[in-house]
């Protein structure tokens, strides 16, 4: 049989099967966001006491590059991030700026007060003034999460030397 009949005679298969395996996409299904997940995912107990939405939503956030004035996932700063995961989590807007929201959305607690959805202050630069130029949401335990300029975003321990030493102040969303 000549080559070319055999091509044409074998190519509404081959064409079916092109189209099956190159023209779908299979849909991966995503595992439910659980209690579980979320407590692998932070490296401590999550339970359903716990505004199991806070976590969840900073999951999603959890790797994104640190981009000055970014507030997508392509890149996002400190503020911005914080800014963006309470309204998602919370349903309300805060000023853009860390030195802001102390000033203007929040009444200062102190450390022991601290309680989920909390927001942490810092002063990360030089300089005497108090005024934070860091921000991040307190989770429980004495940890936070935030955008690292390095790491991107990320959990930290407010017990690590580093946040101890730029430590400015703690509110509460009024």
Not at 45 to 57: F, G, K, P, Q, V
Not at 81 to 100: K, N
């Amino acid at each position: 049989m000549n080559p070319i009949k055999q091509i044409y005679k074998f190519s509404p298969l081959l064409f079916c099967l092109l189209l099956v395996a190159c023209g779908t996409k299979k849909q991966v299904e995503k595992e439910p966001i659980t209690s579980d997940n979320l407590s692998q995912i932070y490296g401590m107990r999550i339970t359903s006491s716990d505004n199991e939405m806070l976590y969840a939503e900073g999951a999603k956030w959890l790797g994104v590059p640190h981009r000055y004035g970014g507030s997508n996932k392509q890149g996002v700063d400190c503020s911005g991030f914080v800014s963006i995961l309470y309204e998602q989590v919370y349903g309300r807007q805060l000023s853009r700026s860390s030195a802001d929201m102390l000033k203007h959305d929040c009444r200062k607690i102190s450390r022991d007060e601290l309680k989920e959805g909390d927001l942490v202050f810092f002063r990360t630069e030089g300089g005497r003034k108090k005024s934070p130029n860091h921000s991040g949401i307190y989770l429980k335990n004495g940890k936070f999460i935030h955008t690292s300029t390095s790491r991107g975003v990320m959990v930290s321990s407010l017990s690590e030397p580093y946040y101890l030493r730029t430590w400015v102040a703690a509110g509460r969303v009024k």
